[in-house]
């Protein structure tokens, strides 16, 4: 199949791609910057923005898209929170674009990467198909917004869409390339893994009273890879006409920041120092997944079965690194 990746020099993006030409399809990536592991590939990458109809199009005829994954909404909330109108005028007016460029080219088949910030901070958990979306900061409001969008399209115009809602994504690949070993990205454990290396003096813990099991804020982790493995399995789902697939892909496990801290010691073997702050608007107190159905739905397990698993999938690259030099 023909696949458009939005955003394929991203993390999450890039190791989409990397799944799908694992699966034999043919692949095009648009996004604003080319990474080096994409020139040595087979890819078909075009640097610009998805916002751009033209030039949106123009990549729509050439490469003849049956399918779009759309994995470049930008994602942090504490930028988000910082700065709403770049979340709003990506992740909003800029897929409004996209979408466009899309049913003018009769592309109506949509995966799409969406997180957990739509749901907000929940009374009742785990997250399930039932729950009620409510979000409580500008990066959960711009990809509700999204989803809803969505839905309204295949209502009106019959597309067929996936929504693959992620929890904090972290871990490399067995062969990662070097790009993403000496760029981890943002987040919590990239954070610790940069402590360890020396990169980073410690780690900013924000709030300790919440109500959870050691006061600090908890959240559901996947393997990035896991995460991908799951948006092929539901492309298969999309076959038929104006239909709609909804999951939330995780390990399905309420982990606080000190839990993450503290497993990320035991498998490097070092000291990580932190210092406590207060909480962060627009932060949820806790946050995780009910996977059963994901899980059932899509035969899907992940590989990564624990929150080690992930970590150390990160370390092993820096202590082979070692071992080389």
Known sequence: MNILVIGGSGYVGYHLVKALESRGHRI??????????????????????????????????????????????????????????RYYSNNVIGSVFLLNALLAHNVKKIIYVSS??????????????????????????????FEEMLESLRLTYGISYAIMRAPNLAGLSEKEHK??????????????????????????????SYPTIDGTASRDYLHVDDFCDACLNVMSHLEVRCEKQIFNVGLGKAISVKEVISCAQEVMGKTIATEDFPEREGDPDRIYFDTFGTRTALDWHPKYETLKDIIFSIWRNFELSDKEA
């Open 28 to 85: 095009s990536v648009i996004d604003l910057v080319q990474i080096p592991t994409l020139l040595d590939s087979s890819i078909s990458f075009y640097e610009g923005d998805a916002g751009n109809i033209g030039f949106v199009s123009d990549v729509l005829r050439r490469e003849s898209i049956e399918m779009v994954i759309h994995a470049a909404g930008l994602s942090r909330v504490d930028e988000a929170v910082a700065i709403p109108m």
């Open 116 to 145: 957990a910030a739509v749901f907000g901070a929940q009374e009742k958990l785990p997250i399930t198909d039932a729950t009620n979306r409510i979000p409580i900061n500008p990066l959960g409001y711009s990809q509700l917004f």
């Open 179 to 208: 790009h993403f070993v000496e760029n981890l990205g943002v987040g919590l454990i990239p954070s610790i893994i940069e402590c360890a290396l020396g990169k980073r003096e410690k780690i900013d813990v924000y709030g300790t």
